[in-house]
């Protein structure tokens, strides 16, 4: 089971960009599709990004299309989200998460592994 940690968020300008960083100590972290997930206050936690083992599969939730990216780099055990355009309402705690599906997986009940969390804070 690999151990995830999460970095890059902070705060930011509406208009902005931010990367945020996941990395993966333990387990072999090419087993494992990964996730972004989002928990505004008072709201549940969402998923905004995944991608499979290998990159080739993506997944955005319609809030974020076109202004979020994400990617992976499995020799360095890292899955990066790299968000621009940032609203006031991209405000919150973002995780990753790591499933043991190879593919891109929607439900949170999937994944196996989850990081602390990184609080983004977008300004208007």
């Known amino acids: 089971q690999v151990h995830l940690v999460e970095s890059g968020g902070g705060l930011v300008q509406a208009g902005d960009s931010l990367k945020l960083s996941c990395t993966a100590s333990?387990?072999?972290?090419?087993?494992?599709?990964v996730g972004w997930f989002r928990q505004a206050p008072g709201k549940e936690r969402d998923l905004v990004a995944a991608i499979s083992w290998n990159g080739n599969s993506t997944y955005f939730t319609d809030s974020v299309k076109g202004r979020f990216a994400i990617s992976r780099d499995n020799a360095k055990n890292a899955v990066y989200l790299q968000m621009s355009s940032l609203k006031p309402w991209d405000t919150a705690i973002y995780f990753c998460a790591a499933s043991r599906s190879l593919t891109v997986v929607r439900s949170g009940d999937d994944y196996n592994s989850w990081g602390p969390g990184t609080q983004v804070t977008v300004a208007s």
């Open positions: 333990e387990g072999t972290f090419s087993d494992y599709s």
